[in-house]
T-cell receptor
Framework: GAGVSQSPRYKVAKRGQDVALRCDPISGHVSLFWYQQALGQGPEFLTY????????KSGLPSDRFFAERPEGSVSTLKIQRTQQEDSAVYLC????????????????FGNGTRLTVT | QKEVEQNSGPLSVPEGAIASLNCTYS??????FFWYRQYSGKSPELIMFIYSNGDKEDGRFTAQLNKASQYVSLLIRDSQPSDSATYLC??????????????FGKGTLLTVNP
């Protein structure tokens, strides 16, 4: 595809359910980020992959959150035992390079998954 | 203190005016700075980046960087109603060797009134 694709677009989960959010980055992109964006806030860093290696998971709020990118392309963010405070838009972004997010290799964002926990 | 701070606004300007958006950051070693625009319900898109002190112009947009003051700004000249969006400041913080990490501010909501 031409851009970063995320699915599902919307997800409603009952408190306590597990959810899995998928990200298809642009083919060949090395860097992949997951961000969490609450209403009226900027994107908050969750985790970063360089190819299949998860180099930084310092932003994951708790051990209920888990992310993987096993073959260096598609990534999945899993949230176990969802809580109401997990309600947010989850953004995936990918970039061709590392650390250079200028016009050479800008960060491309997907449209996000809006998670609502009831 | 948050690592990247912005006034959340809303900032309201009349059509044709100059809109000035500001951002401060905490890490003095930061090297690169970005402005993203985010329309309501959409994903962020890159509009400007700046690495060196001074001004950088691209069309109606000018980014200004002052590393001594740890301050970066975005000026939008001849503002149009289509510029109405949230503007996110993002900084490639340089702490702990994590030069891959892009940290965002909470964004400033800009409204341009016709």
């Amino acid at each position: 595809g031409a851009g970063v694709s995320q699915s599902p677009r919307y997800k409603v989960a009952k408190r306590g359910q597990d959810v899995a959010l998928r990200c298809d980055p642009i083919s060949g992109h090395v860097s992949l980020f997951w961000y969490q964006q609450a209403l009226g806030q900027g994107p908050e860093f969750l985790t970063y992959f360089q190819n299949e290696a998860q180099l930084d998971k310092s932003g994951l709020p708790s051990d209920r959150f888990f992310a993987e990118r096993p073959e260096g392309s598609v990534s999945t963010l899993k949230i176990q035992r969802t809580q109401q405070e997990d309600s947010a838009v989850y953004l995936c972004a990918s970039s061709l390079g590392v650390a250079d997010y200028s016009y050479n290799s800008p960060l491309h964002f997907g449209n996000g998954t809006r998670l609502t926990v009831t | 203190q948050k690592e990247v701070e912005q006034n959340s606004g809303p900032l309201s300007v009349p059509e044709g005016a100059i809109a000035s958006l500001n951002c401060t950051y905490s890490d003095r070693g930061s090297q690169s700075f970005f402005w993203y625009r985010q329309y309501s319900g959409k994903s962020p898109e890159l509009i400007m980046f700046i690495y060196s002190n001074g001004d950088k112009e691209d069309g109606r947009f000018t980014a200004q960087l002052n590393k001594a003051s740890q301050y970066v700004s975005l000026l939008i000249r001849d503002s149009q109603p289509s510029d109405s969006a949230t503007y996110l400041c993002a900084v490639n913080l340089n702490s702990g060797g994590s030069n891959y990490k892009l940290t965002f501010g909470k964004g400033t909501l800009l409204t341009v009134n016709p």
